[in-house]
């Protein structure tokens, strides 16, 4: 079927009403509290956490909703960002200190560090960051990953940048290409795709899409922009790490295997889970139990106690001891747990306004190619509510219509599509753009260049391999 043809577009059109004053109006105030946000940190110095209440607030009273009703959204997307994602970012911090304290984090740096060479430890990372991305979340991959980026860059003399930028692209291309992502499984569904062509697809494309936007695009922006972790960061795991390797032999240290496994029990726990759901269906014990270890929160829970285990009680430590180091992994996540809540109360207002209403009102009545419309208004939901998973959701619903009765592969192609634009500008309004920001100490302007930016490839890279490959496949 040609691309151009867009069978259900009547419909569709018939059923979406036509675009109104008050539908520009959301657009603009949308636009205005992005740039109050923007300016409060940039240009006032504000805390993002300010910040993002004060751009929130702007954004419900300028279209108009009331006031209770603002500040209920606002509690009401800051409760479920960090119900689903702060209990992971606090036991992420919890293993990496242990990790760190033990000496794990060590093993880990100095063995990638001397097998790979300055040259290709942003290659390693970024190889790392995809089979870790693979069945994790983009948040906490990125908590388990920051320990080592941190270390590794500190240990080496390498710039932070190099090493942030691969890991970075490895798990936001995984994030939004490949089931069984929550976004990815949305829109094979929403689509009626294959999981296991889209799978296949998204993988095949995530390929030069992980190089292109990690090791040779951190390469270059390395050079204009220069950052360091927090203090209190490198204080928790760089000295921690430094001082488990300087006691020499008198102190016990877990080994290069131990501690990556460590770091992978979640994920082996989630990708479990993962292959048992969609290649062995059904409803047997084993069934239910892969559904519950592999469940993320679990998943961390039992790596944070294995970690517990093997990084303190077998290499001698007391329970007060162990319980010390828990506690110490804490304080250096509290403000980034408010600043990615305050980024979800701020996504949920704009969801509760109807801002992405309206963006689908307009984008869904415009006559294009299947693949680049369902890309677009990714993009443009994206752009608007700044999570990945609303806008594959959102656009993969739009489409579905248009879809039907298309061959399955053009229909992963196009749930590829749309995941791709996903993660189109990742900027304010996403938590993951604030958990780059502050974990590797850079200002918002140095963080759009690199982690915006980046994002931003991955789009394009997405949409591109997706026409390529409808041009050699369908």
């Known amino acids: 079927m040609s691309p151009s043809v867009l069978p259900g577009t009547s419909a569709l059109a018939a059923a979406t009403s036509s675009w109104t004053g008050h539908d520009t109006r959301l657009i603009v105030m949308v636009a205005v509290a992005i740039a109050v946000i923007i300016s409060l940190i940039a240009m006032f110095d504000f805390h993002p956490f300010i910040a993002l209440i004060a751009g929130s607030l702007v954004l419900g009273t300028g279209t108009g909703t009331e006031l209770a009703a603002v500040v209920e959204s606002f509690g009401a997307g800051m409760g479920s960002t960090l119900g689903s994602t702060g209990g992971l970012i606090a036991l992420g911090a919890i293993l990496g200190k ?62 932070l940048v190099l090493l942030a930028v691969p890991a970075l692209a490895g798990l936001g291309t995984m994030h939004a290409f490949v ?11 929403a689509l009626s795709a294959d999981v296991g062509t889209t799978l296949g697809l998204g993988l095949l494309a995530a390929i030069p ?60 726990l989630m990708l479990a889970k993962s292959v048992a759901d969609i290649a062995f269906p ?45 506690t110490a992994g804490l304080p250096a996540v509290a403000g980034i747990l408010l600043i990615v809540g305050a980024g979800g109360g701020f996504k949920q207002i704009i969801v509760d306004t109807g801002v992405a209403d309206a963006i689908g009102k307009f984008a869904a009545q415009a006559n294009m190619p299947l693949l680049v419309l369902g890309w677009l208004l990714a993009v443009l939901i994206r752009l608007a ?53 502050e974990y590797f100490g850079m200002s918002v302007s140095q963080n759009i260049k690199t982690w915006s930016a980046l994002s931003t490839i991955v789009a394009v890279m997405g949409l591109a391999m997706s026409l390529l490959m409808y041009a050699v496949l369908v």
């Open 282 to 326: 059904g409803d047997a014990w084993w069934n239910h139990l892969l559904d519950f270890l592999g469940t993320p929160l679990i998943a961390m829970f039992v790596a944070v106690l294995f970690a517990m285990t093997v990084f303190g009680y077998r290499l001698g430590r007391t329970r007060a001891e162990v319980r010390s180091v828990v």
């Open 385 to 437: 509510t700044g999570s990945a998973t609303v806008a594959t959701t959102a656009a993969a619903g739009i489409m579905a219509p248009m879809v039907a009765g298309t061959p399955p592969v053009e229909a992963s192609l196009i749930a590829l599509a749309v995941g791709a634009g996903s993660l189109f500008f990742s900027h304010v309004n996403d938590a993951g753009f604030w958990l780059a920001k």
């Open 179 to 189: 089931p069984p992502h929550p976004g990815p499984l949305v829109a094979v569904s």
């Open 209 to 268: 899409t992980v190089i292109i936007a990690g090791p040779l695009y951190g390469r270059f922006i390395a050079r204009h922009v220069r950052s360091e972790a927090p203090a209190e960061l490198v204080a928790s795991l760089v000295e921690e790490a430094d001082r488990a390797r300087d006691t020499g032999p008198v102190r016990r240290v877990p080994g290069f295997a131990t501690s990556v496994g460590a770091v992978a029990l979640p994920v082996v």
């Open 98 to 159: 242990l990790l760190a304290d033990s000496g794990g984090v060590d093993s880990i740096v100095d063995t990638i560090g001397s097998r790979s060479g300055p040259r290709l430890l942003p290659w390693s990372m970024a190889l790392i960051a995809a089979v870790i991305g693979l069945p994790m979340f983009f948040e906490v991959g990125l908590v388990l990953l920051v320990p080592i980026i941190v270390v590794m860059a500190k240990r080496t003399s390498t710039p």
